[in-house]
């Protein structure tokens, strides 16, 4: 049976507050656990006016004491941020606050300029290099090997996921034995050769003895198609100002606002919106079904910010009833 899960940026819309964005961020953890969603994710990125995620795993604790049975988790932490013995600690508290209920989603992209670097004093493009051996290493840190204990964090237990929207994620994850999640929200190019790379050359571990899949689309559901696709308008445009290099706070939605594009506009929104699912519930569940007949995934994990809090929870509460109907 397929899972559904939440993936959120924890987004500051535009006049709005970053404790509105961790209030709203909240009531949607609340909403997916109260729709039987299996996690919920928040992603992790730095400096970015309109992305309160940063400071993931605080974030992540502020929302598992809002819930209960849902799965928390990081979608993902980028690794090269870090070092693998403070998320050792970090998710090692997290574990022993929310016990089987957390998730460690992996990922290499940095995705930080000159100035981020000098601002974490990490020589970012070098620690991509080394992602594949801090991941065995936070492994490592948390079974309790090598000569230093991270208290929290020695023999905990959380899930581990390679995140990825390439080749190299599918071939680390099988080559780990680890569950594996694609970005086909935002980057579908590889989304295919992925998932074959990574069931093809799957290791069983002590964890895991079979590849399990996630991939990401964009939700935007509503009574109307019409309804739906201005509620998709504010992704589009924080798309296109992140690809213009003016990332900026959530905007309100604009209707028509695609068709007022240049036609590279449309066609770059058109290209990165291939795995989405927006109208009416019975359009959004087909196309649910025609992805995962695609992906064969175990599970999908919505992303979709929407300028008003309320209406991400009202589209994922219609989709999540549809796809259990």
């Excluded at 929290?152 to 994620?169: D, H, I, Q, V």
């Excluded at 009574?223 to 900026?248: D, H």
């Excluded at 905007?251 to 795995?275: D, F, N, T």
């Amino acid at each position: 049976m397929t899972a559904y899960s939440v993936l959120d940026l924890v987004p500051v819309r535009e006049g709005g507050t970053l404790g509105e964005a961790f209030e709203a961020a909240t009531a949607l953890a609340v909403a997916a656990e109260d729709a039987g969603c299996a996690r919920y994710w928040v992603a992790e990125h730095h400096a970015m006016e309109g992305i309160a995620g940063g400071a993931t795993s605080v974030v992540l604790a502020h929302v598992g004491n809002a819930t209960k049975t849902i799965r928390i988790g990081s979608g993902g932490i980028m690794l090269p941020n870090h070092t693998p013995f403070e998320i050792a600690e970090q998710f090692g508290t997290l574990d022993a606050l929310f016990p089987g209920r957390v998730d460690l989603g992996l990922g290499r992209a940095p995705g930080a300029g000159p100035e981020l670097q000098r601002a974490l004093r990490k020589d970012l493009h070098r620690a991509a290099e080394m992602f594949p051996q801090d991941v065995v290493e936070l492994m490592a840190l948390m079974a309790g090997e090598g000569e230093i204990h991270p208290t929290p964090g020695r023999g905990a237990n959380p899930e581990f996921w390679m995140l990825g929207s390439s080749l190299f994620g599918a071939q680390l994850a099988a080559r780990l034995g680890i569950p594996y999640a694609f970005a086909s929200h935002f980057a579908p190019d590889h989304l295919d050769a992925a998932l074959e790379i990574y069931r093809r050359d799957f290791r069983p571990s002590d964890a895991h003895r079979y590849p399990r899949v996630m991939a990401a689309m964009n939700l935007f559901c509503a009574e109307t198609q019409e309804e739906a696709e201005t509620l998709a308008t504010s992704q589009m445009q924080a798309f296109v100002a992140l690809r213009t290099g003016k990332p900026s706070k959530l905007k309100p939605p604009v209707e028509g606002y695609r068709e007022q594009l240049p036609a590279p506009a449309q066609a770059m929104l058109a290209h990165i919106g291939q795995a989405s699912a927006i109208g009416t519930p019975e359009q959004c569940a087909e196309a649910v079904g025609n992805f995962l007949a695609r992906t064969r995934a175990d599970e999908i994990i919505f992303a979709g910010p929407t300028f008003d809090p309320q209406a991400r929870i009202s589209s994922l509460r219609l989709a999540m009833e549809q796809l259990a109907a």
